[in-house]
């Protein structure tokens, strides 16, 4: 379990991780198993003002390897249960859903890369940044 400040770097963690209450820049996110991230949660984003965000958008923030004999949509390999979370880069967990259950003004800023997706929650926002001109975009592809 990490929780409160956390130095930047990387993080790597033989099964699973949980971040409670995290507050953190430029840091990575590595487990061989689940993710399950908890509380009020600011991880490389500045939503504040997105121009200076201190992550790099093509950069990985979290990775679960996470894989179980079961049905890859049916494991959650990422799992959020939060409230006012911001949180910017790369989600990936090829083998295993990610599951987000947020409310109160949460925003992802980045991207979101898994075998499936599980969004449930109020006023929740995904936005992407451009690095070429500083403006913002937003998209969501999905595919099969």
């Known amino acids: 379990v990490l929780s409160?400040?956390?130095?930047?770097?990387?993080?790597f963690?033989?099964?699973?991780?949980r971040l409670n209450d995290v507050?953190?820049?430029?840091?990575?996110?590595?487990?061989?198993?689940?993710i399950a991230i908890n509380?009020?949660?600011?991880?490389?984003?500045?939503?504040?003002?997105?121009a200076t965000a201190p992550w790099d958008p093509d950069g990985l923030s979290l990775f679960s390897n996470e894989e179980e004999t079961?049905?890859?949509c049916n494991t959650n390999a990422i799992q959020w249960s939060s409230s006012?979370?911001?949180?910017?880069?790369?989600?990936?967990?090829?083998?295993?859903a990610i599951d987000m259950s947020a409310a109160s003004n949460s925003v992802f800023d980045g991207s979101i890369i898994a075998y499936t997706v599980n969004l449930s929650g109020s006023d929740i926002s995904f936005e992407a940044?451009?690095?070429?001109?500083?403006?913002?975009?937003s998209v969501l592809e999905l595919e099969d």
Do not use: C
């Not at 507050?23 to 487990?31: D, K, P, S, W, Y």
């Open 84 to 96: 006012g979370v911001t949180w910017g880069g790369i989600q990936y967990a090829p083998n295993g």
């Open 39 to 50: 509380g009020n949660t600011a991880v490389n984003t500045n939503p504040a003002n997105p």
């Open 4 to 11: 409160g400040a956390i130095a930047e770097g990387l993080y």
């Open 70 to 72: 079961g049905a890859a």
């Open 13 to 17: 963690v033989d099964g699973d991780l």
């Open 129 to 137: 940044s451009s690095t070429d001109e500083g403006t913002r975009l």
């Open 23 to 34: 507050q953190a820049e430029h840091v990575t996110f590595v487990a061989t198993g689940k």
